[in-house]
């Protein structure tokens, strides 16, 4: 492991502990987990750390293109998504040179909304992203407005090579 990894871990691993004891009350074991040593990052290693499954799989994919990582793994489950974002970024952002894939099982679904147009994954301005397994779920039978045509699992926009 060369230098620069070995210091770039060290300062995360600082980031984390900061941020739990800013935020919330965690047993630190997931703190020190080694998540170098992984070839993909799963979002749930980042479950104490966050506030909602929408900021958990950011967390994730932030985490994995800071630190070289290519895929970002979610496991079987529901997870709701912000698409609107009603509290703070709408959508699941996606990075350059990154797979976010799915179990089969697992479910992003938005959470119901009364926006015009919303996005549960967002695709800009990246290159070389994937999209596999899983299955991503509107607001259409839940939606809260009387408008909305415009929402959208999974926008792309100014992206190349990407694969769904």
């Known amino acids: 492991m060369d230098m620069i990894r070995i210091v770039k871990n060290v300062l995360f691993v600082v980031a984390l502990i900061f941020c739990i004891a800013c935020r919330k009350n965690v047993d630190l074991k997931y703190v020190t987990y080694e998540l170098d040593t992984l070839s993909e990052v799963n979002v749930l290693d980042f479950d104490s750390l966050s506030g909602s499954d929408h900021e958990m799989i950011q ?66 301005n990246v290159s070389n992203v994937k999209i596999t397994g899983g299955t991503i779920e509107g607001d259409r039978k839940t939606h809260l407005g009387t408008t ?17």
């Open 148 to 164: 909305g045509e415009w929402g959208m699992g999974i926008e792309v926009k100014t992206s190349s090579n990407v694969e769904i």
């Open 59 to 124: 967390l994730a994919i932030n985490y994995a293109s800071d630190n070289g990582k290519d895929v970002v793994f979610v496991p079987a489950g529901i997870y709701e998504i912000d698409a609107a974002g009603v509290n703070g970024e709408r959508g699941i952002a996606l990075k350059n040179g990154l797979t976010l894939k799915l179990h089969e099982n697992a479910v992003l679904k938005a959470i119901p909304n009364n926006s015009a147009g919303y996005s549960i994954i967002r695709v800009h």
